[in-house]
């Protein structure tokens, strides 16, 4: 199961304790990080009970730099992620907080739970038996209902990293969450192409592919 957050839809919500895109946030990037732009901001209250596991406080925080290398991320250059305990006292929404830039569109994100997706073959293949994996018939994952996000749903969290190419080497880390790229939402990576973000026991871990 996967939860997808939309782009707006219905009246946005008067406050910064909300899960948010391209601004809002509850609280600034570091000081001394270099210009970073707001990407997204999610309530971990706005996920269902079982995927809160992932997350080690009440908001996760998610910025990214204004060029970042393709194919190539560095935390603390590139991307920036704080996770926060909820403040007491928020700030009304005032449309953008101090550090934002104007690249991303603002709009709250709304969490629609229930849907569904299935790995890359070559994250999966070796999970099962030999006489499945090499089995000709393979409608039985094919054909299998998957929800890979669109340009209103752009962020995905749970389930499985949908790569644009091939899988890529995630042995040791915990999958939580893939951007898309969104029109809507004015954030284009490469040519159309998804951010995976990874937990690993040193930190955290920003993957990207794209067509």
Not at 72 to 101: T, V, Y
Not at 146 to 175: C, H, K, M, Y
Request: proline residues 8%.
């Amino acid at each position: 199961m996967i939860t997808a957050f939309r782009l707006g839809g219905q009246r946005p919500a008067d406050t910064r304790l909300a899960s948010w895109w391209g601004g809002n946030f509850i609280a600034p990037a570091p000081a001394d990080a270099p210009r970073m732009r707001p990407l997204f901001q999610i309530r971990v209250a706005d996920l269902p009970v079982t995927q809160r596991g992932a997350f080690r406080a009440d908001y996760l925080l998610f910025w990214i730099g204004l060029e970042p290398d393709l194919g190539e991320f560095m935390e603390g250059r590139d991307f920036i992620i704080r996770e926060l305990s909820a403040p007491e006292n928020a700030p009304a929404a005032i449309g953008r907080n101090s550090n934002d830039g104007d690249a991303f569109t603002l709009f709250q994100l709304h969490a629609e739970t229930g849907t569904t997706q299935r790995p890359d073959w070559d994250d999966f293949a070796h999970c099962v038996p030999n006489a499945v994996a090499w089995s000709g018939d393979a409608d039985w994952f094919f054909d299998h209902p998957n929800d890979p996000g669109d340009d209103d749903r752009p962020l995905l969290v749970g389930g499985w990293p949908q790569w644009i190419q091939s899988s890529q080497n995630t042995d040791g880390a915990e999958f939580v969450l893939q951007v898309g790229s969104t029109m809507k939402g004015r954030f284009v990576y490469g040519g159309g192409g998804n951010l995976y973000l990874f937990r690993r026991p040193d930190g955290w871990e920003l993957l990207s592919d794209f067509c």
